[in-house]
């Protein structure tokens, strides 16, 4: 009987213990924006086929660095053929040319004979127009550009992670408001049906208290589906354990501003990438000229030719310098082509760097605007907080009409809505200054 009595305590107990746990156990492990940033550089799949670009670009790099040595050629060859001149020449070429083969009858038609050989040969290029260098150096420099972009691509995504992880902050603080609202609406809602089945309070009251607490649950929604959309796009960046994470940097712990007098923006990766790139172009100028030039290449081969049961032939070697012009309106064509893509690339240089230096000067407003509506949006905050306090004092007492606290009601959510997108917008343009100025993002550079 005791142990009957003991098992529905036990059991109510167990799940008591489990409610006050539940929330420990659904939370997922600390994340600092800075630990987001660095898992968003190691998991990301866009920063990998970034990664996967810069060692396609060296590896190309390397192969117009090896343009300059020499060429190693191998060949086997099988013939059968009963053709006059090649069948004599087989013959030769094997050593088994004897007084019997200058036999007009036989040079006129020889029997079908055949032949196993192979060769190799080396090739080495003396003066290409000077194109082996400019196609070496302008690889190089793309590939360096490569490279630029890649730590580009990696501060804008640090920066995207800034607001990812902010903005999922701001929107769980802003289903805790709205589930506020939506409290302090249902009160309100109880409070006017309870007058009005006194006769202390209008019908009227009533449909607007209603109304109130209905628009409060369908911002609730709209709240906790932006929560969901603003976790899911940091999980996206940070890996699927951000979904559930804890966030625990502050939202209102700003970072510190760089100096208005920063560095150079000669730092910048997609300046520097921009500058890689024009110098690029400039070498394939270079290179597109030495089309038009005379190559010359020195050349060596070892050769043997074999009877076709591999009994008897002989072998060859040869040496040899090879001067060869090509001349066609294609290469004009292609230097043509190559000038326009320097110019290109060098008006592509001067309006990035314009282009780079209106960043910096909108960041450094933006950040001015963001501290302004900060403050403007926590002053705004309390006085609506303080408001609604009042009104609602003051309604009860039965002094003030519905309608006043219901603005004061809405007054607080607008002002609550205005403070959590000021506090995101002053994190994230703090990190575009920093990406501007190619400064460190939360602390990090990659």
Do not use: C
């Not at 409610?19 to 994340?31: D, E, N």
């Not at 290179?287 to 049961?309: H, I, N, V, W, Y």
């Amino acid at each position: 009987m005791n142990d009957a009595k003991t098992i529905p305590i036990r059991l109510a107990r167990a799940t008591l213990l489990a409610a006050i746990l539940a929330p420990a156990l659904a939370a997922g492990a600390p994340l600092t924006v800075d630990e987001a940033i660095r898992a968003a550089w190691t998991r990301g799949l866009a920063l990998r086929a970034s990664a996967s670009q810069v060692e396609a670009a060296r590896a190309d790099a390397d192969r117009a660095r090896d343009a300059r040595l020499p060429t190693l050629s191998l060949s086997a060859k099988g013939v059968r053929t009963d053709e006059p001149m090649m069948a004599f020449g087989i013959k030769l070429d094997q050593a088994r040319i004897t007084a019997a083969d200058f036999d007009p009858a036989r040079l006129n038609d020889p029997g079908a004979i055949g032949a196993w050989g192979g060769g190799v040969t080396l090739s080495v290029p003396v003066f290409m127009g000077g194109r082996l260098l400019a196609g070496q150096r302008a690889a190089g420099d793309a590939a360096e550009a490569e490279a630029s972009d890649d730590v580009r691509r990696r501060m804008e995504v640090a920066a995207a992670v800034v607001e990812a992880y902010f903005g999922s902050q701001a929107s769980e603080e802003g289903v805790q408001y709205a589930e506020d609202l939506v409290a302090h609406a249902t009160e309100t809602e109880r409070f006017v049906k309870e007058r009005n089945a006194k006769g202390l309070a209008l019908d009227a009251d009533v449909a607007r208290a209603s109304a109130f607490r209905a628009q409060a649950e369908a911002e609730l929604a709209t709240a906790r589906q932006r929560r969901t959309s603003a976790r899911s796009a940091l999980a996206l960046l940070a890996g699927d354990e951000a979904a559930q994470a804890e966030l625990v940097t502050p939202i209102g712990a700003l970072p510190p501003l760089p100096p208005r007098e920063g560095p150079s923006l000669a730092a910048r990766p997609d300046l520097a990438a921009a500058r890689l790139r024009r110098d690029a172009a400039d070498e394939g100028v270079t290179a597109a000229r030495g089309a038009l030039l005379p190559s010359l290449f020195l050349q060596a081969s070892a050769e043997a030719l074999r009877t076709s049961d591999f009994g008897r032939g002989t072998g060859w070697t040869t040496l040899g310098a090879m001067l060869r012009w090509d001349l066609s309106l294609g290469d004009a064509d292609a230097t043509r082509a190559a000038r326009a893509r320097a110019r290109a690339a060098s008006d592509a240089l001067a309006w990035r760097e314009r282009e780079a230096s209106r960043e910096v000067s909108e960041a450094w407003v933006a950040v001015d605007t963001s501290t302004a509506r900060v403050r403007a949006a926590e002053e705004a905050v309390a006085a609506s907080e303080s408001a609604r306090t009042l009104r609602l004092a003051r309604h009860r007492q039965g002094l003030l009409p519905l309608t006043d606290v219901l603005d004061a009601e809405a007054g607080l959510a607008g002002a609550r809505a205005l403070l959590l997108a000021s506090r995101v917008e002053a994190r994230v343009v703090r990190a575009r200054l920093a990406l501007a100025l190619h400064q460190p993002i939360e602390g990090l550079l990659p």
